[in-house]
T-cell receptor
């Protein structure tokens, strides 16, 4: 089955610790994205990448970092600098040849204690 | 900065009622428009999309949306809702060539049986 996997589904961390969220896709999509979903705020773009070894900041990149070493993978690190990290994080991908629909993963709910 | 507005945050309807959810965007250039749906406990999935051509687009499960360029709107409609339409609905816009999608804040629809 083609799709996007995110792991784990639930993640708990202590305040001050960095944590990395996994996102893998087997859709052969060039573009990948990370969003944060909070109640009443919709999806806000954290980072996106159009090609391996390149990525751009979204609207709320502060306190986050990403890497894109492989086409299939786009991990997100939530650093201790992120002031309010508890949220639902969604990964998505899309084909690059035109601005087509995005395909979403199941999400990771991060809770920082 | 580009923005997407969804004016209805919560909507409650009885089964068989008609639905219209508003979506307005701020950008005046060429855009592609999407409606996504998030059913309880499920991934975000595409409901319908508009790229060009007929401004009235039909999607899955009897949904349709009309693109009105002069009003910067892309409202979602369904003539008769069902209990299974209970979900959160997101409007999204991408400016052609940017690969940066902007989402609205979402509308939670509850359909009473």
């Amino acid at each position: 089955d083609g799709g996007i996997t995110q792991s784990p589904k639930y993640l708990f961390r202590k305040e001050g610790q960095n944590v990395t969220l996994s996102c893998e896709q087997n859709l052969n999509h060039d573009a990948m994205y990370w969003y944060r979903q909070d109640p009443g705020q919709g999806l806000r773009l954290i980072y996106y990448s159009q090609i391996v070894n390149d990525f751009q900041k979204g609207d709320i990149a502060e306190g986050y970092s990403v890497s894109r070493e492989k086409k299939e993978s786009f991990p997100l690190t939530v650093t201790s600098a992120q002031k309010n990290p508890t949220a639902f994080y969604l990964c998505a991908s899309s084909a690059l040849d035109r601005d087509d629909e995005q395909f979403f993963g199941p999400g990771t709910r991060l809770t920082v204690l | 900065a580009q923005s997407v507005s969804q004016h209805n945050h919560h909507v409650i309807l009885s089964e068989a009622a008609s639905l219209e959810l508003g979506c307005n965007y701020s950008y005046g250039g060429t855009v592609n428009l999407f409606w996504y749906v998030q059913y309880p406990g499920q991934h975000l999935q595409l409901l319908l999309k508009y790229f060009s051509g007929d401004p009235l687009v039909k999607g899955i499960k009897g949904f349709e949306a009309e693109f009105i360029k002069s009003k910067f709107s892309f409202n979602l409609r369904k003539p008769s809702v069902q209990w299974s339409d209970t979900a959160e609905y997101f409007c999204a816009v991408v400016t052609s060539g940017t690969y940066k999608y902007i989402f609205g804040t979402g509308t939670r629809l509850k359909v009473l049986a």
